[in-house]
Nanobody, 117 residues
């Protein structure tokens, strides 16, 4: 069993910042990396940021230049620094652990981020 525990969500005003963190524990199999997705009601879950074990990072177009993903040196913790937040960033943010195939394999329970205008 793999557990992904997220923290750091909350309410912030437009232009503010938040940092999300996620730690994986349990019987972690070989994996390709970790990342963050977000979802709003009625919409599909979208990729926000990815960090592979090889150090490659990727961002969704809507967050490039504002969000930064980083990993702990032990590899099982991932952070998402979110700056210049806008109301459109309001969503439930989910941490994911990528399988060796590169597909999301495990998900956290989600943490709510709300940006007020």
């Amino acid at each position: 069993q793999v557990y992904l525990e997220e923290s750091g969500g909350g309410l912030v005003h437009t232009g503010g910042s938040l940092t999300l963190s996620c730690t994986a524990s349990g019987s972690i199999p070989g994996f390709n990396g970790m990342g963050w997705y977000r979802q709003t009601p009625g919409k599909e879950r979208e990729m926000v940021a990815t960090a592979t074990n090889g150090g490659w990072t990727n961002y969704g177009d809507s967050v490039k230049g504002r969000f930064t993903i980083s990993r702990e040196s032990g590899w099982n913790t991932v952070y998402l620094q979110m700056n210049s937040l806008i109301p459109e960033d309001t969503a439930v943010y989910y941490c994911t652990l990528y399988a060796l195939t590169g597909d999301p394999a495990y998900w956290g329970q989600g943490t709510q981020v709300t940006v007020s205008s």
